[in-house]
């Protein structure tokens, strides 16, 4: 199925990387996929658009939308390709009731304060450098604790330069940067993150396509002394 072929090529990062062959062969899935869900029908190039909306169903809530290929003028006025993500405003909604819903509910919010809360660079096990030595001795050996956490997810340390960024844009009053043991469920979950108007969550996140709700953004895994902590924030967390 090419849309199982996009979304295991698009996540498959490394083999892309280590084989010029796949690479070429996911740009090409990219473009039959544009053509097959009438991108460059029902965009055509129209330059009076600059937001678009995707409300996809089932396991098309997986598939990279911004990456898929739409016609586009360049800075010379020629016409030729371009990612749907860089071309577009892309917003993207789990259902037409539930952005309706949203909506609705703007129209009624209070004005939120211009503030940011950021949350990057989690603790996701106890093998990470951050995590206090002595609390992984008094656990045992490495052997033991090294997959103390649930799941078995790389660091992303370069999360730490789009905070960093922020923090260069963004003056200290209107900002507030959680990292590592600090960007955690309780936090992010806490009224006052919900009071900014933007959050950020750099972090990885799972889909569960058999149960959507099911679905979560990971935070740190552990405390400071090296327990296990929850990190999950799962849809229904935060859908009201």
């Given at each position: 199925?090419?849309?199982?072929?996009?979304i295991?090529?698009?996540?498959?990062?490394?083999?892309?990387k280590?084989?010029?062959?796949?690479?070429?062969?996911?740009?090409?899935?990219?473009?039959?996929?544009?053509?097959?869900?009438g991108?460059?029908?029902?965009?055509?190039?129209?330059e009076k658009?600059?937001?678009?909306?995707?409300i996809?169903?089932?396991?098309?809530?997986?598939?990279?939308?911004?990456?898929?290929?739409?016609?586009?003028?360049?800075v010379?006025n020629?016409?030729?390709?371009?990612?749907l993500?860089i071309r577009?405003?892309?917003?993207?909604?789990?259902?037409a009731?539930?952005f309706?819903?949203?909506?609705?509910?703007?129209?009624?919010?209070?004005?939120l304060a211009?503030?940011?809360?950021?949350?990057?660079d989690?603790?996701?096990?106890?093998?990470?450098?951050r995590?206090?030595?002595?609390?992984?001795?008094?656990?045992g050996s490495?052997?033991?604790?090294?997959?103390?956490?649930p799941?078995?997810?790389?660091?992303?340390?370069?999360?730490?330069?789009?905070?960093?960024?922020?923090?260069?844009?963004?003056?200290?009053?209107?900002?507030?940067?959680?990292r590592?043991?600090?960007?955690?469920r309780?936090?992010?979950?806490?009224?006052?993150?919900?009071?900014?108007?933007l959050?950020?969550?750099?972090?990885?996140?799972?889909?569960?396509?058999?149960?959507?709700?099911?679905?979560?953004?990971?935070?740190?895994?552990?405390?400071?002394?090296?327990?296990?902590?929850?990190?999950?924030?799962?849809?229904?967390?935060?859908?009201?």
């Open positions: 199925m090419l849309f199982r072929s996009v295991n090529s698009f996540e498959d990062v490394q083999a892309r280590a084989d010029p062959r796949a690479n070429v062969g996911f740009t090409a899935a990219l473009k039959e996929l544009s053509h097959v869900l991108l460059g029908l029902t965009l055509g190039g129209d658009y600059s937001r678009v909306l995707v996809p169903d089932g396991i098309l809530h997986r598939v990279p939308f911004a990456a898929l290929p739409v016609r586009a003028k360049s010379d020629a016409w030729g390709s371009m990612p993500g577009y405003e892309l917003v993207q909604a789990p259902s009731s539930v309706k819903i949203l909506r609705e509910r703007r129209r009624g919010a209070v004005q211009t503030h940011v809360t950021v949350f990057a989690p603790v996701f096990d106890s093998m990470d450098s995590v206090e030595k002595t609390a992984l001795e008094s656990k490495d052997k033991n604790v090294k997959n103390a956490g799941f078995a997810l790389p660091r992303l340390p370069f999360s730490q330069f789009e905070a960093e960024t922020i923090e260069r844009l963004v003056p200290a009053a209107q900002r507030t940067i959680r590592g043991f600090e960007a955690t309780a936090s992010f979950l806490d009224e006052r993150t919900w009071r900014s108007s959050v950020l969550a750099s972090t990885h996140a799972f889909t569960d396509d058999v149960q959507p709700e099911l679905s979560s953004v990971v935070f740190s895994m552990m405390s400071r002394h090296g327990s296990a902590v929850d990190g999950l924030v799962r849809l229904y967390d935060v859908y009201d």
